[in-house]
């Protein structure tokens, strides 16, 4: 038999389990969290993209051969493993998991000897054997010419798609009418907009709804969630839209769904103005220092090579290479740019405008950007970071500086921050979350953009940075990343 239709079989298998279980779970529970939704939706994703690049179809008659699972031959796991405890969940459904939860009690402190996740496993197991992914040290050591050539002009064209006003038409278009008598404004951003997209990007949007684009909220107030649930019930209807989700219960509640036209995958919000306002400062610190974006653009695909993107957004690998060229005076402190404009634009306690000042007008000298350049910075950004004490400092775009972490709530270079705190004391939300990564937001100061990020990620991160320092070398090549992007 050949071997696609073996495969077939398998994945027929898989295929029907999983649609079996999803109707018992449906029919029996009936609920959802932010985890599952994420994976229901990269599940349509997967499926979707797979249909659209038109399969072969084969012509093959038969009944189901496979009846059962033979976890060893066909490698398909159905087994349950209880992170609270040590103890194996016996079984093959949700039902079994539920059984579980009910008999033994989770509440009680957590067992020392717990089994550990998989993917923490893994994690452990990569330290432990200390080699740089295959892909990651591809990329390193690959035609960087071309691969700048390609993604930059295609990142470039992404930040100008006519097919963005398509979707603001559409949405205006249906939204509107709901909400009589306010406003309702429409904000692009993310990467996308900031220079450092891919065709794979999200393009996140900013839906301003009765003019709340100067409203700060630490968590999602009562009115921003009736929004979304409206927006969610017009969406919902539309045969433009689809593979709609809704995550409530975030920091930042969004809509992710697809705008079917032009194949584009969205994320909606309705409270979150900051986002926009970041995108238009890292745009601009971007293209002030070319090496900056290509720095940034490098590290987004290393992290993706290396599997480590789940947990270090594009946003934060951004800070990071603003941090370190801040530490070597090519960029300005975020505090430079908002001197003499206290008073503007304000969200809530934060200040999220800034000057577009010129390198000449900052006295800093723009970097270098032959690729042995990019190849010496990008060696160096990397030996930095696979030392840096993560827990202990952190890492301050606003000041150009590293804190101690401890420090922060007592620090005199941060008076926006600690006054916001003292008129917060109540609110558990208001302080930074100082976790195993700390690098703050440059306008949300009580915001950590890598307090999610585990401590094995970390050590893992650092470990990648040093092996691929010691992968690169020490070869010069002469040639121009980039050229017509910089600005003299």
Known sequence: MDKSLLHIEAINYEAEQFRSAFSRFRSNLHAIDESLCTQLHQIVSEIDSFLESKPNEIEFQRKDQITCADVKKFGI???????????????????????HMNFFNHDA????????????????????????????K???????????????????????????????????????????????????????????????????????????????????????????????????????WSQLIAIENARVPILKILYRPKYTNCDIGFSNSLGFCNTKLTKYLLELQPIAKALAFFLKKWLERSKLNDHLTTYSAVLLVVCYLQTKKLLPPIKVLQENIEDQAMIGPWLAVF????????????????????????????????????????????????????????????????????????????LLNISHMNVQDPFQLNHNVT??????????????????????????????????????
């Open 109 to 136: 402190p957590k067992n020392n000897h717990k089994k550990e996740s998989p993917s923490s496993i893994s994690r452990k197991a990569k330290l432990e054997n200390k080699i740089l992914p295959k892909k990651a």
């Open 355 to 430: 000057a577009e000042k010129s390198l000449e007008d900052l006295k800093i000298p723009l970097a270098p950007y032959l690729l042995e350049h990019f190849n010496r910075e990008l060696k160096s950004f990397f030996l930095y970071y696979s030392t840096f004490d993560f827990k202990r400092y952190l890492l301050c775009p606003y000041l150009g500086q590293v804190l101690k972490a401890k420090d922060l709530e007592t620090s005199p270079l941060l008076p926006r921050y600690c006054n916001y705190i003292e008129s917060e004391k109540e609110n558990k939300d208001a």
């Open 77 to 99: 796991r159905k087994s349950f493993f209880c992170n609270k405890c040590d103890r194996n969940i016996h079984g093959n459904t949700f039902i079994d998991v539920s059984n």
């Open 138 to 240: 591809a990329l390193l050591l690959g035609d960087l010419q071309s691969f700048f050539t390609e993604h930059l002009t295609v990142a470039k064209k992404l930040m100008h798609l006519p097919d963005y006003d398509e979707i603001e038409k559409e949405l205006s278009t249906l939204i509107r009418p709901a909400f009589p008598g306010q406003t309702v404004k429409i904000y692009f951003f993310g990467s996308r907009l900031s220079g450092i997209g891919t065709k794979y990007s999200d393009l996140d949007i900013f839906i301003d709804i009765g003019e709340v684009f100067n409203n700060f909220e630490n968590r999602p107030s009562a009115q921003t969630k009736r929004k979304l649930q409206r927006v969610q019930g017009i969406l919902s209807k539309n045969s433009q």
């Open 451 to 488: 307090k999610a990020v585990p401590s094995t990620v970390v050590l893992l991160l650092k470990q990648y940075f040093q092996l691929s320092a010691e992968a690169m070398g020490d070869g010069e090549i002469p040639q121009v990343i980039n050229k017509g992007s910089v600005k003299k």
